[in-house]
């Protein structure tokens, strides 16, 4: 958001998948740095998300989100798909657009080519992460703790017992 999409206070972003294990970072980080931060999720975490510093969030079940907003300067997209072709015409000119989602790996399509990015290994921003985290003004939240034995299923989303909402944490015994 920062190095990539150059977020500034007084931004308009939004945030698609707003409750997963990036969103809820991406939220709050962006809430920090004064951006009015708007974010798609399930209506069961609206409180959730709004008490992390969302502005707006719209319900992404109940209709196409693209009928509520409009000129964002930043889309920061961790769903991809048909939420990441529907989310271009919502910036504004010289709006940016980030994905991270895997599905945008590889692509032919020059426009989610340019925005599709893989996280880089920052020393500094990892010092600044942990302190936030330390101090607690960054929240973590763990959507469940599997066996290491099953990481291939967490990377593939097939874990049954989860709330929907952080990371998927994997347990070394």
């Given amino acids: 958001m ?13 945030i698609h ?3 997963g294990g990036v969103g809820v970072f991406a ?6 740095t004064g951006a009015h931060v708007i974010t798609t999720a399930s209506i069961r975490n609206f409180d959730f ?7 707006e969030v719209i319900d992404y079940r109940s209709g196409r989100f693209e009928e509520s907003i409009h000129d ?23 709006g940016r657009m980030i994905t991270i989602a895997a599905d945008s790996e ?3 399509d020059e426009r989610i080519e340019k925005a599709f990015f893989i996280v880089e290994p920052n020393p ?4 600044e992460i942990s302190q936030l985290l330390d101090a607690g003004q960054l929240q973590c939240f763990v959507d469940a703790v599997v066996p290491l034995v099953n990481a291939s299923d ?9 709330n929907g909402r952080g990371k998927i944490v994997l347990s070394i015994t």
């Fill in 2 to 14: 920062f190095d990539r999409a150059k977020l500034q206070c007084g931004d308009r972003i939004l």
């Fill in 17 to 19: 998948g707003g409750s």
């Fill in 27 to 32: 939220i709050q980080l962006a809430r920090r």
């Fill in 49 to 55: 998300l709004s008490h992390l510093g969302a502005d």
């Fill in 72 to 94: 964002v300067d930043v889309v920061f997209d961790t769903v991809g798909g048909e939420t990441l072709k529907r989310s271009w015409r919502l910036l504004k000119p010289g």
């Fill in 106 to 108: 590889g692509t032919k």
């Fill in 124 to 127: 500094k921003q990892m010092t």
């Fill in 154 to 162: 967490a990377y593939c989303g097939s874990i049954r017992e989860r």
